[in-house]
Structure formats: C-alpha cells, structure tokens
C-alpha cells in the first residue's frame, strides 16, 4: 500500500525526537526515588539500566534498518509475524502513547499552576488549548511537527544542562556520610527498574520511516543516539543532583530543592525546566501517535478513514485530530488514571514482539538488505528478549490485566474493521460491470 506522506524528516531531526521521547517530566523526579535506593551505587544503577535499554534499542535498530515505511514496531511484526499480531502491537503502542500523552498533560498543569496559582481553574480550558495548539501544528506539515519537538528538545536541556554544570564544577559540596548510603542489592535492583521505566519512548525515533529522507540510517542512529547520550546525561544530573542536594533521597522535588542551592531563584528555573521539559514531551507524543493510527489504518487494521491524508499539507489529517480529541477526553475527565496501570505492560509487549521480529526476520528474510545488522547472531535480541520478560513477570496482576483487557479490546475493534472492510470489497467486486465474452 503506498503511503502519501512526504518524506522531510533528516537524521539530526530524528535523534531529537528519540531524546525529546526519553527525557520528560520524570528526570525531575528520578534522581530522589534513585538516590533512595540505591545511594553512592545510584550510578551503577544507571549504567546498567542503560545497557538493559541499549540491549532492546539494539534490536529496535536492527529491525528499522530494514524498512521505509510508517509504523515503527507495528511494521516490524506485521512483516515477521502477520498482520494480527501486528496489530495487536500497533494498538498497544498507540494507546500507551495517547494514556501517557493525557497524564502529561495533567502533570503539566500541575507544574503551571504551582507557578500561576491564579490558573488553577482554567486548568482544563489550557490543558485543552495545548492539545489543540499541537494537533494544528502536526497538521500543518511534519517538518513544523518536528521543529516543536527540536525547540522543546533544546529549551528543555538548558536548565538540566545548568544543573550539571553547576552542580560538578562550580558548585562547592560536603559529601554525605558512606553509612548513610549504603544499600542491599534488592534495592539496587528496584532502582534498575524504576530507571528502565524511564527509558521508555526512544521508539518514537522509529514511527516516522515514511517521511524520513534516509530512513533506515536515520532510525539506526536515532534509537542508538538516543539510548547512549540519555544514558551519560541521567548519569550526570544523579552525581550533579546529589551534590547540589546531599538529602535528595527525601524529596518529593529532588531537581527544583536542588536547584535552591545553584543560586538565587534555581528552584523557580528547574519549575520552569519541568514545565518545558513535558510540553517537548508532549510535542513528541502528538507526532508520533497519529502516525501508529495511520499505519494501523492503512493496511485494514482500522477504519480507512483513519488513512486520509491533507492533500496540501501531506499528514495524516484524521489520525491526528481523532487522537488528539480522545486526548482532551481522557486528560479533562481524568479517565487516563484507570489507564495508567497498562503503560510499562504495554510498552513491554511491543518491545517484545520488536525482539522477537529480529529473530524471525533472521530466518525469515536472512538475505535481505540491512543497513545496521548485529553481531553475534541472534544472541542480542534473545537476550533483549528475555530482559522483556522478566521485567513483564515485576509487573502486579492488576497492571498484566488491564493490558490484557485493553488488547482484548484493539482485537475486537481490528476484527470489526477487517470485516467491514472485506465485505465493502467484495461489494464493491459485485458491483463492477462484467464483459459479455460474445
């Protein structure tokens, strides 16, 4: 099926994406829930949160050099595994990004208001208004879609960026106490894990292949890039964090109460990063989750109208306006904090099934042409594999059931459109006129 979007997006442009996917509100929260746990070993938390992550981006690399199209992890396994599962994974992708758009949008909110308290009652009316604003812009052509994300991307570093500077090299600390700090290894273990939490959205580098001018390098270097660079910069911001802060491990607002020891007024400009820092967040999600809907669409996963593009403007014109109205819905009713629960699930079975796909693929498609192939055989994405499992098996029973209710319902709704679709086919087959042989 031939997509009509227009490939503008280059490499640089990309990699924005994939940080700006990675680093959103929670890096003002992680370093205190670290710190917590794992003390003076939180940077070995860190560097192997990092490789766990870098292990399943190795396989989310592998598997977009091969491809051209939209639809990221969705086109992954619906060439390895069929299109049902496919779109199990397409549905699941995109409704973790909607849920966790929604309950940015809250948390943005909260930061505005702490800053504005005058605005408490219009909270909804903006939360709104900033949906909107973004669903115009991503309409309006996906080169003004990512120049959002570039602009938050880099606005939102600065005042992160200030804090590491000052934090190791200018600022002058007292170290807290060894006996202090010290920590089990189970601890440690639960800091790996709330840390591999947040690595999540590094596959928005992935979802755009069909407006990206070099695709497959572009993703390749966008999902390597992202992984590598967010590894080095939250292993910064910990050591700078807790330097500014030596009692970070008690804070509800580890970066704003360190941020009071910079200088005069930190506390205000880590709020102000926060607020910067969830809406590039946001400008991410709303140019990435309209594409998974188009792809879904595009190859029968979903209503077809869900595939009309802007002629002028060369976008998925109703995939983005449907999934930024179910946002307003979810973020001004509160619905998303029945949802939130199935958000790492759900992030879990994609990446999963994307590991899984390289190892399909290198049976299934072993000769054909990759611009990033990885070493050592199958090992990597099997080991990718099987970190996917056991972080799925850390998850309550509450949360795999919601995320199984949740796909339980993506399948209904495929079923649905498959079926409509193939009857208005053959309908269609029925009403063409048939040649008289004589």
Known sequence: MQEGLKRALRTPEVLFIGMNGVIGGGIFLLPGQVSA?????????YLIAGLVAIMIG???AEASSMFNETGGS????????????????????????????AALSNGLMGYVTSLVPSLAPAKDWIAAG???????????????GSWAVIFFSIVKLIPLALLVIVGLFIYEHHTPAASALAHSAPQISKAVLVLIYAYGGFEMATVQQGEMVHPRKSAVIGVIGTLVGVTLFYLLIQEAAVKLDPSLATSATPLAD????????????MTIGAVLSILGTKSGVALTAPRILYALSLRRGLPGILAKISPHFQTPIVSIWVTGVIVIILSVTGTFEHLLMLNVAARLYEYLAVCVSVIVLRFRAKNELRSFRLPFGVAIPAIAAGLCIWLLSQETAGQLLLALAALAIGMVLYGISRRTQAKSSGHDRDQQPTRNAG
């Not at 746990?37 to 938390?45: E, I, K, M, R, T």
């Not at 496919?86 to 849920?99: C, F, P, R």
């Not at 360190?258 to 400009?269: D, H, S, Y």
């Open 37 to 45: 746990l794992a003390g003076h070993q939180a940077p070995w938390s």
């Open 58 to 60: 190795l396989s989310f």
């Open 74 to 101: 969705y086109m992954y396994a619906e060439r390895a595994m069929g299109q049902t599962i496919a779109a199990s994974v397409g549905w699941m992708s995109w409704l973790t990004l909607i849920v966790g758009w």
């Open 130 to 144: 900033v949906i909107v604003a973004l669903c115009l812009l991503n309409s309006l052509g996906v080169r003004k």
């Open 258 to 269: 360190a941020g009071r020891n910079m200088f005069l007024g930190g506390a205000t400009v």
